[in-house]
């Protein structure tokens, strides 16, 4: 191994670490956001529990809206926020607002999309029994999309870690910005080679942790 590899190796442990940060306080916080709107987005929509078409449509439109932005340019164009709830535009903290902007609405389409594949006929026979909207919600549909549910959240968590790694262009720290700053700008080939390594590792740990959970899920 390239004796200078070797010695920057504490920097690349460094810059993961900062990485697994960011990914797990975005996820986190985007998950506290995106899974109440996507229940509510199933639940107003127009024939649900709680039908409300013109709620329906502005919330769908502004979920569509933030979607429609991609990252990197949601992530220049909220510095202000970012500032102002953070105090700056550099650094790990500050990634984390614009990675929960673009990520809780995705979650969000997500969670819709889960909680729509319950069977009707499901949703029906607990309201033939008697159940309560919360129960047919918290009993009902989010157990019987569960499954479903882990594999959406998963794949957010990996979009979540390829959006930290753009957010290096703008000092976000992580692995991003160690492969900009050495790999891409001082032409350091094998530093770039052994972030983007890390980055396949990072998403390949995730995805067989959902798909086993997942199926665990199922089997219960």
């Known amino acids: 191994m390239d004796v200078k590899l070797m010695e920057f190796w504490p920097r690349i442990l460094d810059a993961t670490l900062q990485t697994l940060q960011m990914v797990g306080f975005s996820l986190a916080f985007s998950l506290i956001l995106g899974l109440p709107l996507g229940i509510i987005l199933v639940i107003t929509r127009p024939g649900n529990l709680y039908g409300n078409k013109p709620f329906f449509n502005v919330l769908n439109g502004v979920i569509n809206f933030l979607r429609s932005i ?11 926020f970012t500032r102002l709830l953070i105090g700056t535009t550099i650094g790990t903290a500050a990634a984390i607002v ?23 006929g499901v949703i029906e026979a607990a309201e033939a029994m008697g159940a309560k909207p919360w129960q047919i919600i918290f009993r009902v549909m989010v157990p019987e999309a569960f499954s479903s549910l882990i594999l959406n959240i998963t794949i957010a968590t990996i979009g979540i870690v390829g959006a930290s790694a753009m957010a290096g262009f703008v000092g976000g720290g992580g692995l991003g910005d160690l492969a900009i700053a050495y790999g891409y700008q ?3 080939t094998d530093i770039m080679i052994v972030t983007v390594l890390l980055l396949v590792l990072i998403v390949q740990l995730i995805q067989s942790l959902g798909n086993t959970l997942s199926k665990t899920s199922r089997r219960r």
């Open 70 to 80: 991609p990252f990197i340019i949601l992530l220049v164009a909220i510095i202000p």
């Open 98 to 120: 614009p990675l929960v902007v673009f990520a809780a609405p995705y979650i969000a389409r997500l969670v819709e999309s889960s909680l729509l594949e319950v069977s009707p």
């Open 186 to 188: 001082r032409f350091e």
